[in-house]
C-alpha cells in the first residue's frame, strides 16, 4: 500500500510516499480502506519537531515508518477476532490512536474498534475524516471538561478553523449564547455557523467587549492572549486553552480572581466519536471543508496549515 512517510522530522520535503506492507491487525482491531483523511495543525507542528514528534506518536528509539495523522474515514476490510460491534463493508470514521502513532496517512490503517463510529450515510467520506481529531476537541472541551448548558454565554476564539467552526455548531445545539472571534473576512462565515456575535479580532479587543462570560475557549498560541481571554471570563468561569500552558502567575491570577483555568487534551474515544455522528446523522454538525488535497499533495496541505488562517478544515481524499 501506499503511505506518506516522515523520513525525519523537518520541512514538507522529508514527507515522501512509499510503498510499504499494509499493517497487521490486532484482535481488538479493524482494517479500514481509507476514503478521505484530514489534517490538522498538530501534523504540522509534529512534523517541525523531533522531540514533540516522539513525544505524542510514543515512538520506540528507532521506530520507522513514521506516519503522521490520525483522522480516517473508510471502510472496513478486515476484522480482528475479538472485534463484535463492526464488520466487513462497514463505513467508518474516527481519530485513531491519539495521542499515539495513528499512521493514517495510509491506504489502509489499522484502528481499534472502539475508537470508530459508524458513518452516518448521508455524510461524505471527506465530511466526516474531517469531524474527528477537530470535533472531539470541541466537544470534549464543551461537553466533558466544561459541562456548557442553556444560557451560558461562551467565547469561542478561531472560530472560523478547524476545532472552533465545530465548537460554535456544538455550543449552539447545547443551547449557550455564542460569541466568535475571527478575522473580518470570516465574519458571515462565522455567523453562519450560528454565532449569535462576531467579533473581529484586528480592529477589537474581545475583552473589552465581552467580561462575563461563563467559559471561554482559547487556541491562540500566546500567553497574553490567554491572559486576555481570562479578562473575559467572569467569576467562578472557565478558561479552556487548547495550545498555551498557563504560566503560574496566570494560574495564580485565576484563583484569586475565582476562575478556573484549564489546559485540555483531546483524546481518542468511540462515544464521543458516534456522540459526533448522531449530530451530523441529524445534520446539527456540519463539516466545512475549505479544500480538498490529493495523497501525494499533503505537504501542500502542511503548507496551509502552517498558514495559520484555515477556514473549516483540510481533507485529502484517496
Ligand atoms: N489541546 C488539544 O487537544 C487541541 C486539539 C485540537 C487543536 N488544538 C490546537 O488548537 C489550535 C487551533 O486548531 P484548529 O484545528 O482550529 O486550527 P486552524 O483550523 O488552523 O485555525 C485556523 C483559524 O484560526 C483563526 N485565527 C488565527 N489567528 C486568530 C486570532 N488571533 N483570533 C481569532 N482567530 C484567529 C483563523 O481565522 P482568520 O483566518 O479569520 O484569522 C483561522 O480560521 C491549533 O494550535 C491546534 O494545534 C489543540
Known sequence: MKAMILKSAGGIENLAVEEIPVPVIGDHEVLVKVAAISVNPVDATLRRNDD???LVLHLQKGEVPVILGWDISGVVEATGRAVTRLRKGDEVFGMVNFTGHGKAYAEYVAAREDQLAIKPSQVTHPEAAAATLAA???WQTLVHLSGVKAGDKVLIHSAAGGVGHYAVQIARQLGAYVIGTSSAANRDFVLGLGAHEHIDYA???FEDLVRDADLVVDSIRDILHLERSLEAVKTRGKLISLVTFPDERLSRK???GRKFLYRMEVASDGEDMRAIAGLLEKGQLRSHISATYRFDQIPLAHQQ????HTKGKLVITL
Open 52 to 54: 514533540f514528534l516522539r
Open 254 to 256: 485565576a484563583l484569586m
Open 305 to 308: 496549515l502552517e498558514s495559520g
Open 203 to 205: 480592529a477589537q479587543r
Open 136 to 138: 472531539l476537541t470541541a
